[in-house]
């Protein structure tokens, strides 16, 4: 075990024990899991009931979408690195699930937040505690001895980068975006667009 998983699972500094540090995950976890779906369901989407109910469905099913994307990536990793727990007690160490997932949510909140018209002095505080809530699942998992730094580092980078990636893409970004995605369906396949500008 290397010498930050031993001093930060000796000394638990944040948490102070191990039921408090599970404890504390759940509440961060299910926090930014409904923060996620309230920030979907409260940005603007049209005053036609018929439109609004249209953004509203595309808008939960791509961030749904990024979610799993998160995900199935984390597990696919999980299976091809086999890498066993600093505690021993599987193979299933690298990336961090509960961190890319709490990262995943707060990622989602954020750019929703983007989206809602509320004052920057309120929006800039609540996206900033998102980040301390996922950061605090992070620490748990390493706290508690299930996660060297690199898998939460990993996971988190995952979560974030992986979910803004499924979120701007598939709901648009500005115009004046150096970023584009589209997906085309064909009668013979799909054509896909991928675009950076520098």
Request: hydrophobic residues 40%; aromatic residues 10%.
């Amino acid at each position: 075990m290397a010498m930050t998983e031993r001093w930060a699972t000796r000394h638990r500094p944040i948490y102070g024990s191990e039921d408090t540090a599970n404890n504390m995950r759940d509440i961060f976890s299910t926090s930014l899991k409904i923060e996620a779906l309230l920030t979907a369901l409260a940005t603007p989407s049209g005053k036609d009931p018929k439109e609004w109910a249209l953004a509203k469905a595309k808008g939960l099913v791509v961030e749904w979408g990024a979610v799993w994307a998160t995900s199935e990536t984390t597990g696919l990793l999980k299976n091809t690195t086999d890498r066993t727990r600093p505690d021993g007690s599987d193979k299933e160490s690298f990336p961090s699930a509960s961190t890319s997932q709490a990262f995943s949510y707060a990622t989602l909140s954020n750019r929703n937040l983007e989206s809602i018209d509320i004052p920057s002095g309120l929006r800039v505080p609540i996206q900033v505690s998102n980040i301390v809530m996922a950061t605090g699942v992070a620490w748990q998992r390493l706290e508690n001895n299930k996660h060297f730094p690199s898998d939460i580092i990993a996971g988190a980078a995952i979560g974030n980068f992986l979910t803004a990636f499924v979120h701007d893409a598939f709901l648009g970004l500005p115009e004046d975006s150096r970023f584009g995605f589209v997906i085309l369906p064909l009668k013979s396949g799909v054509i896909t667009d991928l675009r950076f500008a520098f």
